[in-house]
């Protein structure tokens, strides 16, 4: 088993719409996540964290939360073409001294005028 | 306002060679991480380091792979002897924190071994 998986895609969602990316970990003693945006050939960008259960908004972007299930989702109102890219989720251990991010590996979304 | 910075963008080295990679964190940050991404494979973190000191290099390679910040300078991954399987993008993040931090990312150095 992975410990951060996200499904590959792609996500195809027509503009406007909204876009739901989900990503299961396997660590409980997981505290931090992060959402990270990759355009094809570019570095990570970052665009939401989150640390607590809930939700968290941020412009277009929300973040859920739910550890009892090891679940975070990223949800993209709105969505534009400029939203196509590869989104990663990643995680980082909360039990260890080490800032260190697993990341999964990544869902294509696209967004279709 | 700087961001992280790497050097060089592009590198192209022939097998056997050395490859130096260089990484200079955003203002203020003191912590520096670099993680490879293979092509179609996902980020995979490699060290974390801070000033003069290896932090955690649980995602080092055992041979042929290090990394070093020194006090003064920026952080650099060297790897010597260079084979094919080593091309991929590297890229460094850099944070101020290690608890809750939030990393942020260099435009990377795409390595390519002939």
């Known amino acids: 088993q992975k410990e951060v998986e996200q499904n590959s895609g792609p996500l195809s969602v027509p503009e406007g719409a909204i876009a739901s990316l989900n990503c299961t970990y396997s660590?409980?003693?997981?505290?931090?996540f992060f959402w990270y945006r990759q355009y094809s050939g570019k570095s990570p960008e970052l665009i939401m964290f989150?640390?607590?259960?809930g939700d968290k908004e941020d412009g277009r972007f929300t973040a859920q939360l739910n550890k009892a299930s090891q679940y975070v989702s990223l949800l993209i109102r709105d969505s534009q073409p400029s939203d196509s890219a590869t989104y990663l989720c990643?995680?980082?251990?909360?039990?260890?001294?080490?800032?260190?991010?697993?990341f999964g590996q990544g869902t294509t979304l696209q967004v279709k005028p | 306002n700087a961001g992280v910075m790497q050097n060089p963008r592009h590198l192209v080295r022939r097998r056997g060679q050395e490859a130096r990679l260089r990484c200079s964190p955003m203002?203020?940050?003191?912590?520096v991480y670099w993680y490879r991404q293979l092509p179609e494979e996902g980020l995979k973190f490699m060290v974390y380091?801070?000033?003069?000191?290896?932090?955690?290099e649980s995602g080092m390679p055992k041979e042929r792979f290090s990394a070093e910040f020194p006090k003064e300078g920026p952080s650099i991954l060297r790897i010597q002897q260079v084979v094919r399987g080593d091309s991929a993008a590297y890229f460094c993040?850099?944070?101020?924190?290690?608890?809750?931090?939030?990393?942020?990312f260099g435009p990377g150095t795409r390595l390519t071994v002939l």
């Open positions: 993040a850099s944070s101020p924190e290690f608890i809750y931090n939030e990393q942020f």
């Open positions: 660590d409980r003693g997981s505290q931090s």
């Open positions: 989150i640390y607590s259960n």
């Open positions: 990643a995680v980082q251990h909360g039990s260890s001294n080490t800032g260190k991010l697993i």
């Open positions: 203002k203020g940050h003191s912590h």
């Open positions: 380091l801070q000033k003069e000191n290896i932090i955690d």
